[in-house]
């Protein structure tokens, strides 16, 4: 059936096909992505003289090219359109690299507690320490005994630790207690208990901020906040992570604390040997952010004059 909504493109499928082959364009965005396609001629003559999106650029000159019959694109074009395609894939390799190194990170660590774990609590005296905590606290947190120690966890939101039967990790369990219970709540108030999420998916947070805010100041339509995360990425990914770090070393602090006034026998090394590698696995998710932001920065900087070679370039030939 014929396009009636963009007649043009009846006549172009050949002539976008030769384009595609000539320039060796086959396995690029611009051989799979049909969104020049859905504007008329009148639009895309219109988007390139308007438009800062470089790699939309290209696609609306080549689309615009093969209606009106003319195959012959400046080869720099092509040339920078390549090399931001390029960058743009290593980039995306870097980043599974990343990730995959702290997934074996986290793993290797909590394979290397577990085989060290200290099953140091019965069940009754489990409850016990519970209770000493809890006096400690002031929060009457509930317990649930779990098998699994590197699945605990507080829940604010019903207000119970689910704790693995080791002595440091019940206490640093019970320390996120009176954090939010306590501590969290004075600046906070009832949005407290709820605080936990947020403060894990900001640092992933911060990476979109950092590509959204990389990818403004590229077209020029850069503000102050923008530009400002634009030029410090790592910074800004490492401060959206204090919040996660600082919960975690609070509760550790704390809870070592309680565990020492309750029994002043027990010995701090040994609870620091099992939180201390468990911060660890935490510290991948800053790791992450700020490894994903120093890798968007090098990319935005790879491809910023390819991206302007395009602009120029394209008004020209698309004339």
Same mark, same amino acid.
């Given at each position: 059936?014929?396009?009636?909504?963009?007649?043009?493109?009846?006549?172009?499928?050949?002539?976008?096909?030769?384009?595609?082959?000539?320039?060796?364009?086959?396995?690029?965005?611009?051989?799979?992505?049909?969104?020049?396609?859905?504007?008329?001629?009148?639009?895309?003559?219109?988007?390139?003289?308007?438009?800062?999106?470089?790699?939309?650029?290209?696609?609306?000159?080549?689309?615009?090219?093969?209606?009106?019959?003319?195959?012959?694109?400046?080869? $720099?074009?092509?040339? &920078?359109?390549?090399?931001?395609?390029? +960058? /743009?894939?290593?980039?995306? @390799?870097?980043?599974?690299?990343? !990730?995959?190194?702290?997934?074996?990170?986290?793993?290797?660590?909590?394979?290397?507690?577990?085989?060290?774990?200290?099953?140091?609590?019965?069940?009754?005296?489990?409850?016990?320490?519970?209770?000493?905590?809890?006096?400690?606290?002031?929060?009457?947190?509930?317990?649930?005994?779990?098998?699994?120690?590197?699945?605990?966890?507080?829940?604010?939101?019903?207000?119970?630790?689910?704790?693995?039967?080791?002595?440091?990790?019940?206490?640093?369990?019970?320390?996120?207690?009176?954090?939010?219970?306590?501590?969290?709540?004075?600046?906070?108030?009832?949005?407290?208990?709820?605080?936990?999420?947020?403060?894990?998916?900001?640092?992933?947070?911060?990476?979109?901020?950092?590509?959204?805010?990389?990818?403004?100041?590229? $077209?020029?339509?850069? &503000?102050?906040?923008?530009?400002?995360? +634009? /030029?410090?990425?790592?910074? @800004?990914?490492?401060?959206?992570? !204090?919040?996660?770090?600082?919960?975690?070393?609070?509760?550790?602090?704390?809870?070592?604390?309680?565990?020492?006034?309750?029994?002043?026998?027990?010995?701090?090394?040994?609870?620091?040997?099992?939180?201390?590698?468990?911060?660890?696995?935490?510290?991948?998710?800053?790791?992450?952010?700020?490894?994903?932001?120093?890798?968007?920065?090098?990319?935005?900087?790879?491809?910023?004059?390819?991206?302007?070679?395009?602009?120029?370039?394209?008004?020209?030939?698309?004339?």
């Amino acid at each position: 059936m014929a396009n009636l909504l963009f007649p043009h493109e009846q006549h172009s499928s050949k002539s976008k096909k030769d384009i595609i082959d000539k320039y060796n364009l086959g396995g690029t965005e611009i051989s799979v992505d049909g969104s020049s396609s859905r504007k008329s001629t009148k639009e895309l003559k219109k988007s390139l003289n308007t438009s800062k999106d470089s790699k939309q650029l290209v696609k609306d000159l080549l689309e615009y090219k093969a209606r009106t019959g003319d195959t012959d694109v400046n080869p $720099k074009i092509i040339k &920078n359109y390549k090399s931001i395609e390029d +960058a /743009e894939g290593k980039a995306s @390799t870097q980043n599974l690299m990343l !990730v995959g190194g702290s997934i074996a990170a986290q793993t290797g660590i909590g394979i290397g507690l577990n085989a060290k774990m200290d099953y140091d609590l019965a069940d009754d005296k489990a409850k016990r320490l519970a209770e000493g905590l809890n006096a400690q606290t002031k929060t009457k947190t509930k317990l649930n005994l779990i098998d699994e120690p590197l699945k605990s966890n507080f829940n604010p939101a019903n207000n119970t630790v689910s704790s693995g039967k080791n002595k440091a990790i019940m206490a640093h369990e019970y320390g996120h207690a009176d954090a939010y219970k306590n501590k969290y709540t004075k600046v906070f108030g009832k949005a407290a208990p709820y605080m936990r999420i947020p403060a894990m998916a900001a640092p992933f947070a911060a990476i979109g901020g950092v590509s959204y805010s990389l990818n403004q100041q590229s $077209k020029g339509k850069g &503000n102050k906040v923008t530009d400002f995360i +634009a /030029e410090n990425p790592v910074a @800004t990914a490492g401060a959206a992570s !204090v919040p996660l770090i600082a919960d975690e070393a609070y509760a550790s602090y704390k809870g070592l604390k309680m565990l020492k006034n309750i029994d002043p026998n027990y010995k701090l090394s040994k609870g620091l040997k099992t939180l201390g590698p468990a911060l660890g696995t935490y510290a991948t998710i800053p790791a992450i952010a700020m490894g994903s932001a120093y890798i968007a920065k090098k990319r935005s900087e790879k491809t910023k004059d390819s991206k302007e070679q395009i602009r120029k370039l394209v008004k020209k030939d698309g004339r």
